[in-house]
């Protein structure tokens, strides 16, 4: 296990209920660490956050780190990532997340070339159900790729979950809300042309989940840096310019080239939501849903009538959001 002067750097409480072990990964802002519960044995991720990491911007971290931390205290997802438990010192955030034993998708796509049609399958409609379930929650994760999606096994069927949420964005009522219910006497006519195009935001969700598709499917990414298309990834990406290479997506079904198709659309407005993605054909596959409702929802965690947990209710009694719950 770790050196005895690590250990001895941890907070005492801590140290008396886990033991910290070998490195298992790294996030974006830390390193992740297995860990044994003393008390029960059992596995746990420890993902370690030191404020000091980041000197220029100690403040945003503090506050992206804490945001993180909020967010991840408040959600209940079968493929959102669980906090189990939340220490803090002066100089860092030690933050104990469930164990995925399979790593990241990304570590998954690598090994595996091209990940087979039915298996993408199954992991994209589990993110879809989770990326359901935050933005009926108001919460947009903003970060969704390959390295944010961990596998709860080495197993092909296995239950992903999507981690990582300090880049998260919480929809608060907006100022814009609040006018555009008042009387609009005074109010200027491009206040409501702007309204129409604001509350999209979370469509950056989509647009993420669409690359992370194309990638699981084709083994590539859609934009990438080649000099032979002669346009930098920002411009690929703004005049949503990529290809699908016959070798790699022959055997790939058009139904799933639709999905991806409707999701890396330039235009926000146009875009395929999540919900709209769930009722896509590719998805009207209920041999998958049963096997996928079937790992989410272990039926020693089901009702006597086998309804599904209580894990995929929303969190805010609200339910739906509606796009007006943006900010500005
Ligand atoms: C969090 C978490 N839980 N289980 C694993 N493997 C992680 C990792 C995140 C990033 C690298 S490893």
């Known amino acids: 296990d770790l050196m005895a002067d690590e250990q001895s750097n941890l907070p005492k409480e801590l140290s008396e209920k886990y033991m910290i072990t070998k490195k298992i990964g790294v996030g974006v802002c830390g390193e992740v660490k297995l860990a044994f519960e003393r008390a029960t044995c ?63 998708l990304f570590d998954r796509v690598k090994s595996k070339q091209q990940i087979k049609e039915p298996i993408a399958k199954l992991y994209f409609y ?129 139904d799933a080239k639709d999905v991806v198709k409707k999701l890396l659309r330039v235009d926000p407005n146009v875009r395929l939501t999540i919900e709209e993605a769930l009722q896509h054909p590719w998805l009207m596959d209920e041999a998958m849903k049963e096997t996928a409702e079937g790992i989410m929802y272990p039926k020693d965690s089901r009702d006597a009538d086998g309804t599904a947990d209580s894990g995929d209710a929303t969190v805010a009694s609200t339910g739906k959001r509606s796009r007006e719950d943006e900010e500005e």
């Open 126 to 254: 589990q993110m879809l159900k989770a990326v359901e379930y935050l933005h009926n929650n108001g919460i947009i994760h903003r970060d969704l790729k390959p390295e944010n999606v961990l596998l709860s096994s080495h197993d092909d069927v296995c239950v992903i979950k999507i981690t990582d949420f300090n880049q998260s964005k919480i929809l608060e009522e907006s100022a814009l809300m609040r006018t555009l219910c008042g009387t609009p006497t005074y109010l200027a006519p491009e206040v409501f042309t702007d309204a129409v195009t604001v509350g999209y935001s979370r469509a950056v969700d989509a647009w993420s989940l669409g690359v992370v598709l194309f990638v699981c499917l084709a083994g590539y990414p859609p934009f990438y840096p080649d000099a032979r298309i002669g346009l930098s990834v920002s411009d690929q990406i703004t005049q949503g310019i990529y290809t699908f290479i016959p070798s790699k997506w022959d055997g790939i079904s058009d």
């Open 42 to 104: 059992k596995k746990v991720a420890l993902k370690t956050i030191n404020k000091k990491d980041f000197p220029a911007s100690v403040g945003t971290a503090t506050r992206s780190a804490e945001r993180e931390i909020q967010i991840l205290q408040k959600i209940d997802h079968p493929c959102l990532i669980k906090t189990k438990d939340f220490f803090q010192t002066d100089d860092s955030y030690y933050i104990f997340l469930e164990l995925m034993e399979g790593g990241e």
